[in-house]
T-cell receptor
Framework: DTEVTQTPKHLVMGMTNKKSLKCEQH?????MYWYKQKAKKPPELMFV???????INESVPSRFSPECPNSSLLNLHLHALQPEDSALYLC???????????????FGPGTRLTVL | GEDVEQSLFLSVREGDSSVINCTYT??????LYWYKQEPGAGLQLLTY?????DMKQDQRLTVLLNKKDKHLSLRIADTQTGDSAIYFC???????????FGSGTRLQVQP
């Protein structure tokens, strides 16, 4: 099983709403990632979790709040978003082991978020 | 610093070979990856190459790496209409988890 799943596929929310994006993998990967992708642009890293602990926050505004409740799940809580936050939000996971190795990142299908 | 560049667009005819090019600047890159993204979908990992390799072949895909020139290419043999997508190269620098992506190349395959 090399699948990363994300829910919901699409989300429309107002600027005062609170919503959450969910990501799940059962590959035993201990590193999980959130990326943001605007139209016609490459993905941009937002957060990295390693062994359920936040290890990288790429200066993301606090209206985005990640959570890693266990080794298979990753959430992104959204609150008071702006229209410019509309994008495709991608989750990825990879093995987390010491030493060398490709540490391929496997991506989910993404959640298409529209903020009105 | 890290900077990965790709040409924006490539059009080929079905059955021809496609070659997508990528240049990177960080000499401490350890692994370089190729991802495919179809419209409205996530990224699919196609292949990767370790930086001490020159070439890697996987079925219709051939990756060539010129480390001296920091140039990476992906050749798709016998290109099919289902290969139409955006192709991203990405590098991972030693000691970092994060990937740095190129801007993506849109491959259009004409029947």
């Amino acid at each position: 099983d090399t699948e990363v799943t994300q829910t919901p596929k699409h989300l429309v929310m107002g600027m005062t709403n609170k919503k959450s994006l969910k990501c799940e993998q059962h590959m035993g990967h201990r590193a999980m990632y959130w990326y943001k992708q605007k139209a016609k642009k490459p993905p941009e890293l937002m957060f990295v979790y390693s062994y359920e602990k936040l290890s990288i926050n790429e200066s993301v505004p606090s209206r985005f709040s990640p959570e890693c409740p266990n080794s298979s799940l990753l959430n992104l809580h959204l609150h008071a978003l702006q229209p410019e936050d509309s994008a495709l939000y991608l989750c990825a996971s990879s093995q987390e082991r010491g030493g060398a190795g490709p540490k391929e990142q496997f991506f989910g299908p993404g959640t298409r978020l529209t903020v009105l | 610093g890290e900077d990965v560049e790709q040409s924006l667009f490539l059009s080929v005819r079905e059955g021809d070979s496609s070659v997508i090019n990528c240049t990177y600047t960080d000499s401490s890159s350890t692994y370089l990856y190729w991802y495919k993204q179809e419209p409205g979908a996530g990224l699919q990992l196609l292949t990767y190459i370790f930086s001490n390799m020159d070439m890697k072949q996987d079925q219709r895909l051939t990756v060539l790496l010129n480390k001296k020139d920091k140039h990476l290419s992906l050749r798709i043999a016998d290109t099919q209409t289902g290969d139409s997508a955006i192709y991203f190269c990405a590098e991972r620098v030693t000691g970092r988890r994060a990937l740095t992506f190129g801007s993506g190349t849109r491959l259009q395959v004409q029947p």
